[in-house]
């Protein structure tokens, strides 16, 4: 019986350094901002070349991260160093301080997008200094920060591109002030989540008529009053993705009947 001999196609080993850069970097881009650091980086001569090309540091997400054994903030400085001042899209999460923010804004002009999870030792004073600096954003979600309704007003007039907008906060303020902020203040949102809110129907009534352009409106997890069937109906047929508030759902069930929300069972979620 002949001896097995291997095929040439068996013996061929694949040469990681000899692959595309453009394809090399969608593959290390499929990495966490702390595997590339502290990790991929670490690897080759060239791998170490793409990971400090500006383009892989364009958005950067630093959330959900529990690396104990690393200095997040440190890490999260060299990342953007990275940049290059080109990032665009940032996610940042408990670690975050005032300082921290302070340094992003100041070097990321470019910036798009700033999303911020239960940044509990950020203040609105601090937020609002950083967000002057950041004159092209659209997107800003918010999650931990105290506010009330005059803050927001005052975002609104700083960042007058933002398109999406999403609070979750332990509100100061009763009623409808966030709302009619909100409203009044940031007229080009295509997309709004409010968490934790009072509101009637004079605030829903006000985004209606300020915030012409939306096309999902999450009021899942405010608090309502006085709820009027009609203006919800409005909203399902003026706004494609209506999430309605939780509170009153069997209330509306009985007023409006089940097919008054049969188109908008696809909701804006995160």
């Known amino acids: 019986m002949a001896a097995f001999e291997p095929s040439s196609t068996m013996e ?17 881009e499929r990495l966490s901002a702390v595997e590339v650091l502290n990790s991929a980086q670490k690897v080759c001569r060239n791998w170490r ?47 975050v301080t005032e300082d921290l923010l302070d340094y992003i804004s100041r070097r990321s002009s470019k910036l798009k997008s700033l999303r911020l999870t239960n940044c509990l030792r950020i203040t609105t004073f601090g937020l609002i200094r950083a967000l002057k600096r950041l ?9 931990g920060i105290f506010s009330c ?26 009623n409808d002030a ?19 809110i009072t509101m009637t129907d004079n605030g829903l009534q006000a985004i209606l ?7 999902s409106l999450d009021l ?6 006085n709820l009027d069937a009609n203006l919800v109906k409005l909203c399902g047929d003026r706004i494609k993705d209506f999430k309605r508030p939780y509170f009153y759902d069997k209330m509306l069930d009985e007023l409006c009947g089940d097919n008054v929300f049969s188109a908008n069972d696809h909701f804006w979620l995160d």
């Open 178 to 196: 966030y709302a009619i902020a909100v409203a009044n203040s940031m007229p080009a949102l295509c997309h709004l989540q409010l968490h934790g």
């Open 49 to 95: 070349m793409i990971c400090k090309d500006p383009e892989m540091w364009k958005v950067i997400d630093m959330h959900h991260i529990r690396y104990t054994n690393y200095d997040i903030e440190k890490l999260t400085k060299q990342a953007l160093h990275r940049s290059g001042g080109e990032l665009i899209d940032i996610t940042l999460d408990s670690f």
């Open 209 to 215: 008529h300020g915030c012409l352009r939306l096309e």
């Open 149 to 174: 309704s005059e803050h927001i007003k005052v975002v609104g007039q700083i960042c007058p591109q933002l398109k999406s907008f999403r609070m979750k906060t332990q509100f100061l303020e009763c």
């Open 135 to 143: 004159p092209h954003l659209e997107t800003l979600h918010l999650s």
């Open 12 to 28: 061929e080993t694949r040469n990681w350094s000899e692959m595309p850069d453009e394809i090399m970097r969608m593959i290390l």
């Open 220 to 225: 899942h997890h405010c608090f309502y009053r």
